[in-house]
């Protein structure tokens, strides 16, 4: 099968926003709302383990904090604080602080002269999408997706395979004519469980994760051609094969 499109993960794989971008966001809105909950560098890179920000944040008031609100206390109060949070978040991305990852912007240009197919599947936000696209690529960088699927096309979040298969069918793709590119292990799990290779591209938090089955694993995309990209594809289709 030919590779008809990449599908790309956000936070973590085209722009480093963990770290600078999210968790201060994160701190400023637990502030804002009265709140001693502060996540440092570190203590973040564990939370990373649960995806989503409102699933983050709830583990976190659970399991960490120990909070005892009543469920739908709770839920109101991490509705308000994911709010703001996307908020200051989307200011931050606004204001150019938020560079793409070395290597993400000419594969991006390579894929669309080649006429691939574009497409994102992230657990985060829309807002926090659109404001990352237009701060880093440009008016117009959204269009150049064909399909945005975030929290709110799939709910669930990843290691679950909803934003894959929602991206897949949204394409009209089969798993074998597409490629993910991927930071994390619960992003190559996601894409794995869709039945789609992943290439990783790992970052400070994600370095050790364990990326058993992907079809490479790079510590940045700054070397990386789109006639790579097609060969692993190649390669992963012709080992299922010989399976
Ligand atoms: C990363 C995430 C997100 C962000 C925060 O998603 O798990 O939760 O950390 O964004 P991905 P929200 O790597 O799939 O792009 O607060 O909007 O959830
Ligand atoms: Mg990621």
């Given amino acids: 099968m030919l590779l008809r499109a990449l599908i790309w993960d956000v936070d973590g794989t085209l722009a480093d926003t963990e770290r600078d971008a999210h968790r201060p966001a994160f701190n400023a809105a637990f502030a804002e709302l009265g709140l001693d909950w502060e996540w440092d560098e570190q203590l973040y890179g564990e939370l990373l383990k649960v995806a989503g920000g409102v699933e983050r944040m709830r583990h976190y008031a659970r399991t960490v904090r120990h909070v005892d609100l009543p469920e739908l206390e709770l839920e109101e109060l991490l509705r308000q604080l994911h709010a703001r949070k996307t908020v200051l978040y989307v200011r931050t991305v606004a204001s150019g602080a938020v560079p793409l990852r070395p290597g993400i912007e000419h594969l991006l240009r390579q894929a669309h002269v080649a006429g691939l197919h574009q497409a994102i599947a992230t657990t985060t936000t829309r807002d926090n999408v659109d404001a990352l696209l237009l701060s880093c690529l440009g008016p117009g960088a959204i269009d150049r997706f064909r399909v945005i699927a975030t929290a709110r096309e799939a709910s669930a979040k990843k290691p679950d395979p909803a934003v894959y298969t929602y991206a897949l069918s949204a394409l009209g793709l ?30 400070a938090y994600t370095a050790r994760d364990d990326f058993t089955g992907a079809v490479a694993v790079l510590d940045d995309l700054r070397l990386t051609q789109l006639s790579d990209l097609v060969k692993w594809h190649q390669a992963r289709l012709d080992a299922a094969i010989r399976r």
Avoid: F, K
Wanted: proline share 0%; aromatic share 0%; glycine share 10%.
């Fill in 174 to 203: 089969h798993s074998s004519e597409v490629l993910a590119i991927e930071d994390s292990r619960n992003g190559l799990l996601a894409a794995h469980a869709a039945g789609i290779g992943c290439v990783v591209t790992r970052n």
